[in-house]
């Protein structure tokens, strides 16, 4: 996983993977323990809590194009256009649960709120008090938001790297220097992320003088750092790929991106995503040696739902929804379909009918489906042409995206593997089963409200004490049975022990029939 540490590249082994998938395993567990306090506190501060496919083996395919290294002739070579050849992208991901990673790097427990929509990013609150107006330059940080803090620099803005600063030097006479800290991860209180420092420079002070520019660039900069939950399928998205997106899609690949806390394998995963964003290397910001100036940077990131866009709160006006974002990703990859199958018309002129394609998602651990073929039988009673899908850890994203594209319904048990939802045509249908234990709301703030927002067809099956194999293990007298409310009001941690760590899942295909019938009717409908 892609927190504090850098993967291996090509020099990874089979011992090597060994101690990492020991390590995912327990660290995926632990992971678990953070959010509940989201469900019952804070509620959006809930991320994909299962597994999703897994870390690269091999993570040292990555592209040239994708990381530049401080002084390399290509570096600089950026501002006439210079751009090296793609490398092969490699790809997989983290097989781990997010939510005790998410308390252990923040150090914080969170605790219930009433309403689990409240964490929903209001309009931030903006400090430029002092702003001059645009062609002397200005500061504007946001840091009122639940997740970010971010500071837009406009003007004669300089970085240096290895000093993680950025420095506007105003056009004229300006006797205040003023600064700002901030992390430039997405999330303000992860730990292990370097701080980057602002400073709007007082012009009239010999004591300061303005850092000299080494590289000029007509383009603007984002300033991020990865790391962190980054490692995690379903953190990639939430804390990385889909703010990143919405921060730089307004500048058309005409964009720098200097990266703090540089994760070469992740820049190779994504190398097609973030290839598409900016259309220069990305800089390896802590080993930057350069004095870079632009027109205007912006440090941080900024989330303003997990795993979810608020169109209101796009930069310059954009409006950005999630449809954006997976309109994109077809683009990116080349996807085919962007509608599902319809079978509105089906059988009609003599047509032979065409079956509606079901991937089911097939968790190898904890929370996985005990009755595979009786809930394909099922499927197939209902219409459905089924297949059955376990990522490997070397998958592609390229190669798992066409595959997700090429159905039209996604189903599978609470967990990072829904997150593939983005590549499904718009219109497609999601079913997602959710565990026993009154796991409602974090299924629904994790994947239900983007899913929603992606223009797909949500449908929720919840599973009841029969259909959970803690049943069986616990007994009916066990509290986690009798009483899930008692559980989690014992805290976080029981919750992930019970309800994700140790059950799995035994679908009642009769009960289940009606949730594949509203599929099929969905799609009779569109």
Known sequence: MGSDGKLPGKSANKSWWQRF????????????????????????????????????????????????????????????????????????????????QQQQQTGQEW????????????????????AKPFDNGKVVCTTAGPYSDTCDVFGDVRTNGTAHTVTLVPATSLPERREWTIKPYIRRSMSGIPEVTITQLDTTSAESPAPACTVTHRVPAIVFALGGLTGNYWHDFSDALVPLFVASRRYGGEVQLLVSNIQPWWLGKYEAVVRRLSKYDAVDLDRDDQIRCFPRVTVGLRMHKEFDVVPELAPDGQRLTMVDFTAFLRETYSLPRSAPISLKNQGEDGQKKKKPRLMLLHRGHYRKLVNVPEIVKAAEEAGFEVAISDPHFDVKVEELARAVNSFDVLMGVHGAGLTNAVFLPKGAVV????????????????????????????????????????????????????????????????????????????????????????????????
């Open 21 to 100: 998938l020991n390590v995912s395993f327990v660290a995926g567990f632990l992971l678990v323990l953070l959010t509940y306090a989201v469900v019952s506190q804070q509620s959006q501060r809930f991320g994909a809590a299962a597994a999703a496919v897994n870390s690269p083996d091999d993570v040292a395919a990555v592209s040239k194009q994708s990381i530049r290294a401080p002084g390399e002739e290509a570096g600089l070579a950026q501002e006439n256009g210079g751009q090296e050849k793609p490398a092969e992208d490699t790809s997989g991901d983290s097989n781990q649960d997010h939510h005790q």
């Open 111 to 130: 605790r219930p709120k009433e309403d689990p929509a409240a964490v929903t990013e209001e309009p931030p609150k903006r400090d430029d008090t002092n």
């Open 431 to 526: 079913i997602q089963v959710v565990p026993y234990g009154k796991m409602e709301p974090l299924a629904k703030l994790d994947f239900g409200d983007p899913i929603v927002d992606m223009e797909l067809r949500y449908l929720e099956y919840s599973i009841t004490a029969e259909e959970s194999t803690l049943l069986e293990m616990l007994g009916p007298d066990h509290p986690a049975i009798k009483d899930p409310e008692s559980v989690h009001r014992s805290g976080w941690d029981k919750v992930a022990e019970y309800y994700l760590g140790k059950q799995d899942v035994r679908v009642d295909v009769e009960r289940f029939a009606p949730t594949l019938a509203l599929a099929i009717d969905h799609l009779r409908q569109h």
